[in-house]
């Protein structure tokens, strides 16, 4: 009877183990494609009002996509709706769900049946992987209050990340508005790190020596090549990248695995001829996988490459 029992025990608390862990999983996922959402509108939005202010400055501008955008520009953030770029129909809420409403409306407007677009789904497909898999592998524990503030920040830098990541990959550029949110919170997630820290001065070396590998060496890099080489925009998502790493070694595997992934990527394309040795490759977007790959893997790839183990 008492084994009986002992087994009951151990097979309802594997069960409610289970379903918190299901529960987690469900909302980080239904969280990440809302989120993801956000992200693919506010992509839109920025591009809408950096070509009116490129515009306002006198600097050339693609008439068609400014008129395109022009749109989302005639409304502030508490009458702002989403709506179609090409005939300007508002979407209803059941327009609005998440990667569902693209993939019953087959990726086209309800109205005018002109096609939406792929980017938007694959932001909000993007936030939700990214959410669940920090989740999975996060390395700095979610024991206590100062931990789990730092993951939920982790998770919402994931949104500025998404925002930074497809900006850069379509029109080469990294807005101010998403860095300096991302610094914003990389400093944030930092403090919590020196105030959770035994070692508090170590600790700050830590970061300091994280924001001179991946902000400083892009500096230097910007200073030797007068920006041919990289944009200004890369030193501040190095620099809030550094912060939410706070670990100089973290940063530097960013850094090695940002160009690797760019070798990777660019050398096949060179070889075929389709990309020159002065052709534009945004480096946003490696460095924002790098950086993800440094968090959630880092640790390991380092002490197997110290253990040769790679």
Known sequence: MLKNRGVIFIYKTVMLLLMEQAIIYISLILSGLCLGSFAGATVWRLRARQLQQDKKSGD?????????LSKLTKYNLLNDRSQCLDCS????????????S???????????????????PLIELGVATFFVLSYMFWPFG??????????????????????????DKKWFLLPNTANFALIGLGAISAILVIIGAGDKMGTIYNILGSVLVLSGIYYILYFISKGKWIGFGDIKLGLGLALLIADWQLSFVALFAANLIGCLIVLPFMIA????RDSHVPFGPLLIVGSFVAVVAGSYLINAYFYGLL
């Open 60 to 68: 050339k501008v693609d008439g068609a996509e400014s008129k395109r």
């Open 89 to 100: 129909y508002k979407l209803k809420w059941y327009d609005l769900m998440p990667l569902v």
């Open 142 to 167: 979610l024991s206590g209050g100062l931990e789990i503030a730092r993951f939920v920040i982790w998770l919402v830098a994931g949104v500025s990340l998404a925002v930074l990541f497809a900006y």
């Open 102 to 120: 693209w993939l019953l409306l087959l990726g086209r407007c309800r109205s005018c049946k002109k096609p939406i677009g792929i980017m938007e």
């Open 273 to 276: 001829g389709k990309l020159k």
